[in-house]
């Protein structure tokens, strides 16, 4: 059904065309689409291939959308409508044609701290709004997942990494989505594929009949909140240095530095960046999630509370 090149015909989806791949998971690909009728503007489709999906994997597709129905939030893509036939499960979505926020820093390599902060307040914003308002855990908190709305104007190259031959040339720039003169997208949370409604200690929602829930189970979910939290700190400083702050070839290397929370801020990418702005990364990369900044704290932070535009002078 999937040929390459050309666009797959899926079945019972005739309402849609589907005009372009944006992108691709371990079971879907997702289509910008126009709509036939000519209700909806452009929206992104996310296929997923059912028969490649078990029980349970079926059952967290279910869940993903179930999830979603219940959210709006500027910050967070809605899902505009959810059908499926007897192989693919179909996600009529939001489009963000900006594009993940991952290609935007390799694009530019690294952001000015107001432009990170312009980002990061907005998918905390949504943080707020899943773990206050719905208790719900999104889990999956990176920069492929942060999606950008459109943009105008956007240099070619981040005036700071331009190289000497560049000096005195006009950076005539290209017309980008996602962050540019005109201004910078909305950014907007996506994939609740592995989100979860945990049960919340304080306000005994949203799961309602609190008084037969075991204690491991009030335990562990009081701490649920901060493994987004965690991911936030993560995405923040790959947003200032332009890489993230775990990483190696060998996956358990890898595990074994973040079980430890063996991370730096190395020189010479992190000279030039806040002291504030570090505090912060810090309190959010803490190992114990007690001590763990949450989403309050974080918007507390003098370093998320300074009030500036981000302008194309400051990438
Ligand atoms: P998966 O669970 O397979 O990771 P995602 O929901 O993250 O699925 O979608 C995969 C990719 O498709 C995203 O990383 C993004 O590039 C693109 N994508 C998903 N939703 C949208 C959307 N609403 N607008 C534009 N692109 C999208
Ligand atoms: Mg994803």
């Known amino acids: 059904n999937e040929t390459r090149g050309r666009l797959p015909r899926y079945p019972k989806l005739e309402r849609w065309i589907l005009l372009e791949k944006m992108g691709d998971g371990a079971f879907s690909n997702v289509y910008r689409a126009r709509d036939s009728t000519g ?18 994997q079926r059952a967290n597709i279910l869940k993903e959308v179930q999830i979603m129905r ?5 910050n967070i893509v809605s899902l505009i409508s959810f059908s499926e036939s007897q192989s693919y499960y179909y996600l009529i979505l939001e489009l ?18 107001d432009l990170s902060r312009h980002v990061i307040v907005q998918v905390a914003d949504a943080l707020k709004y899943l773990h206050e308002e719905k ?20 240099p070619t190259k981040n005036p700071k990494r331009r190289s000497p031959e560049d000096e005195d040339k006009e950076d005539e720039g290209e017309f980008v989505p996602g962050v540019g003169a005109g201004g910078i997208g909305r950014i907007k949370v996506a994939d609740f594929g592995l989100s979860k409604v945990v049960w919340d200690s304080q306000t005994m929602t949203p799961c309602g009949t ?25 995405v923040l400083y790959t947003l200032l240095c332009g890489f993230p702050p775990f990483y190696d070839e060998s996956i358990s290397v890898l595990t074994e530095k973040v ?13 030039d960046i806040s002291k504030s702005a570090q505090d912060l990364v810090s309190h959010l990369l803490t190992v114990d999630p007690v001590k763990r900044y949450t989403i309050e704290q974080f918007m507390d932070h003098p370093w998320t509370k300074q009030t500036q535009e981000p302008t194309i002078a400051a990438l």
Request: a negative charge; aromatic letters at 14%.
């Open 39 to 56: 209700e909806f503007d452009q929206v992104a489709i996310k296929v997923v291939r059912k028969y490649e999906l078990n029980a349970t």
């Open 70 to 74: 219940g959210l709006e939030h500027e």
């Open 96 to 113: 963000c044609p900006g594009g993940e926020l991952f290609h935007q820093i390799v694009r530019l390599t690294y952001f000015s701290e």
């Open 135 to 154: 208790g719900v855990v999104h889990r999956d908190i990176k920069p492929e997942n942060l999606l950008f709305e459109p943009i105008a104007f956007t």
């Open 210 to 234: 609190v008084g037969y829930t075991a204690p491991e189970i009030v335990k562990d979910e009081r701490y649920s909140k901060s493994v987004d939290m965690w991911a936030l700190g993560c």
């Open 259 to 271: 079980a430890k929370g063996e991370y730096a801020f190395i020189s010479p990418w992190w000279d």
